[in-house]
């Protein structure tokens, strides 16, 4: 759910990778890392396991710069890929405004899209989030190999929504910054239609990208953005999450004030859904140790049937 928050001027914006184990959700956020102004981004987290690279979720506030008087920061995250991790997957998902799903084009991989797809639109709704009206961009990955899907394929299989989608080679970064410019063009329209706000650029503009080149030069790529439906100026604060909302503080030091109360609050949001998050993995823990002692006390009770009885005897 995008935070508004009209002290600073800033929208913060969450961005979920959602797909299959190993189908290159991770990749994107590591490339998007290594080629994103270190200016504009933030500290890359990840949690890997032997199984799945990404136990918890990768983390990557990008700061984008301004669109009109709005500072605009997009966290990425991704989810775990395997089933038995769902629990995690569905707490990652909270408050979700775009998602990225990344198929792995892989014919062998065809099942685990479908299933993969079909766990989002659950786990999305268990979160009171549409997935017919989420903004959504569906990433076609590992392009390069030999045995991929044709793309007709994978869009009669994953695309019955016609959401617009993109072709990756991610492991090589072709695709990655192109999915993650498409996904921010229609976050953004998105986000100005539905709270009224006037956040789009104007004609010809687009929301900046610092590139990070080896050479360490840093060059601009633009998103071209059409040009925005008209949109009443009065704000609807009503339906909007902000703490506060329409507040205004002349005195610089209540701005001050409010700036780090918020800052606090983002990061007891954090804390909460990490204590969230460790507390679903405990009750799962307890629940295969149960079924372990009930494996144990079967089979004890089995064996005890074969074991013979002991028999004294006594010699006269």
């Keep these: 759910m995008a935070f508004f928050n009209y002290v600073t001027k800033e929208i913060t914006l969450k961005v ?3 797909g299959p184990g190993l189908s290159g959700k991770t990749t994107n956020l590591q490339h998007l890392y290594s080629v994103l102004d270190p200016a504009s981004r933030g500290k890359f987290i990840s949690l890997a ?14 700061d984008l710069g301004k669109i009109r008087e709005f500072t ?17 997957r569905k707490l990652v998902l909270k ?21 993969s797809l079909e766990n989002m639109k659950e786990n999305l709704v268990a979160n009171n989030i549409d997935p017919d009206s989420i903004p959504m961009v569906i990433q076609y990955n590992k392009r390069d190999l030999p045995n991929v899907l044709p793309l007709e394929e994978l869009e009669r299989d994953l695309n019955k929504r016609h959401f617009e989608f993109t072709e990756a080679e991610a492991v090589k970064g072709k695709g990655v910054m192109e999915t993650f410019r498409v996904i921010t063009k229609t ?9 009224k706000v006037d956040i789009a650029p104007a004609k010809d503009e687009g929301i900046a990208i ?3 080149e ?6 601009e790529e633009a998103i071209p953005l059409q040009e925005p439906e008209t949109f009443t100026e009065e704000v609807a604060t009503a339906s909007l999450p902000v703490a506060s909302q329409g507040s205004f503080f002349p005195d610089e030091k209540l701005n001050s004030l409010v700036e780090s109360l918020d800052e606090i609050n983002r990061t007891l949001s954090k804390m909460k859904d990490s204590l969230a998050f460790l507390s679903s993995e405990v009750i799962e ?19 005890s049937k074969f074991r013979p009885k002991r028999r004294w005897f006594f010699f006269l």
């Design 16 to 18: 979920v990778y959602y």
């Design 187 to 195: 976050l953004v329209k998105d986000i100005a239609r539905k709270h």
């Design 72 to 88: 605009l920061r997009f966290q990425l995250y991704t989810v775990p890929g395997q089933i038995r991790y769902n629990a995690t």
């Design 49 to 62: 396991t032997e199984a799945d690279r990404t136990l918890f979720f990768d983390f990557l506030p990008v």
């Design 214 to 219: 080896k050479s360490e030069l840093d060059v």
């Design 285 to 303: 823990t307890r629940k295969q140790q149960d079924g372990i002692h009930k494996a144990l006390n079967e089979i004890n009770r089995s064996l």
């Design 95 to 115: 408050g979700a405004d775009a998602i990225i799903f990344v198929a792995d084009s892989q014919r062998e991989m065809r099942e685990q899209n479908l299933e």
């Design 210 to 212: 610092r590139i990070h």
